[in-house]
């Protein structure tokens, strides 16, 4: 294992914000990370988990503890089924899985960081989500102190959540299995409407794999969704707040503000969340509270391109990025009376 001290985090992160730990970590093993997780444990020593950095806000204070960086690598492949370590770096498994001909993650392309953190958020997009393919998430459970395999009903997985991340100081996942689909080199069912139009078929039609990874990197590409250092509208975490899920109560007040605040030809966008329920979009609430593509006038600015994006144009710090989302949050709550909920984890401070 590799340790450094008082060692900078913000380059591990996609923001490239956030202060120093004190000490950090490399573990390249299951054995490393274990090991590194029960050193912390015996001696009380808070622990910072961090694979690819793509949904972290690390305070400019940094981190009093030890920040373990998970590395470890291993693709393992037996016939519709997947196998990846938790550092796996997430884009790369997914072109791996598409060029073996197996669908079920082809519309997650492009998605920053590592296959570890993809059962904690249960990570979706373009109408796919891992917890349709996911079927074990080997962890190592730092309360009964032993590796053990949760099935995919026991990672209790829902929108943008599961089992990890409402109990993040019980679990490290080592390693996450899926199951594939073999469609003799077709996509899974195209689900959602935009991927659909891009790629010219019907929702539910099944395309070329190869064409809907590389469909939706042009897609998430436009959005300033893919990783380009050359790029500050991809300084980001991506989209930084979740989709409001609003009881049919909540969704009748908030169709009523729209009304007040647009007029009676406004209709938010909803979609289906459950008996009783309606999604509505974040990006919407955003934009229509007067925070356009580009806001800002100081270092963090909502992205260019997206107005779900928050991002570091170069020489912010993480209060000037957590100034513009408090700013976000209450400007969407005056307008809508909804409070947005933040999807990257924070460390050290408070939205």
Not at 59 to 86: C, N, Q, S, Y
Not at 240 to 261: C, G, K, S
Not at 263 to 278: I, M, Q, R, S, V
Request: charged fraction near 25%.
């Amino acid at each position: 294992m590799q340790e450094l001290h008082d060692a900078p985090l913000a380059p591990l992160t996609t923001f490239r914000l956030g202060g120093p730990a004190t000490r950090l970590v490399t573990a390249t093993t299951d054995a490393e990370v274990i090991a590194a997780v029960r050193d912390a444990d015996d001696t009380g020593t808070p622990l910072l988990l961090i694979g690819g950095g793509s949904n972290l806000v690390i305070g400019d204070k940094g981190f009093d503890g030890t920040a373990l960086r998970i590395a470890t690598r291993g693709v393992e492949l037996r016939g519709t089924t997947l196998e990846l370590a938790a550092g796996e770096v997430w884009t790369d498994a997914v072109a791996r899985a598409v060029e073996a001909g197996l669908a079920g993650i082809e519309c997650l392309a492009g998605i920053p960081g590592s296959a570890g953190a993809t059962p904690i958020q249960n990570v979706g997009a373009y109408g796919q989500e891992v917890s349709s393919v996911i079927t074990e998430v080997i962890a190592y459970d730092r309360r009964a102190g032993r590796t053990v395999t949760l099935t995919n009903e026991e990672c209790a997985f829902s929108y943008r959540h599961s089992r990890f991340k409402a109990d993040p100081e019980r679990y490290v996942v080592l390693r996450v299995r899926f199951e594939l689909e073999d469609a003799d080199g077709l996509s899974a069912p195209v689900k959602y409407a935009e991927a659909a139009r891009a790629l010219g078929v019907e929702p539910g039609e099944r395309v070329p794999l190869a064409a809907a990874r590389e469909t939706v990197l042009k897609l998430r590409a436009g959005k300033g969704m893919v990783l380009d250092a050359e790029d500050h509208d991809t300084w980001s975490a991506g989209s930084f707040f979740t989709n409001p899920i609003l009881t049919d109560e909540q969704y009748a007040a908030f169709r009523a503000r729209v009304r007040e605040r647009l007029g009676d030809g406004f209709e938010p966008p909803a979609y289906p969340a459950g008996e009783g329920h309606t999604k509505t979009s974040a990006a919407w609430l955003i934009d229509k509270a007067g925070f356009t593509k580009g806001y800002g006038t100081g270092p963090a600015r909502i992205s260019t391109k997206h107005t779900l994006a928050l991002t570091n144009r170069g020489e912010a710090t993480t209060e000037d990025l957590l100034a513009l989302a408090r700013e976000v949050v209450a400007g969407v709550r005056g307008a809508f009376g909804i409070t947005l909920v933040n999807e990257p984890v924070t460390v050290g401070v408070n939205l």
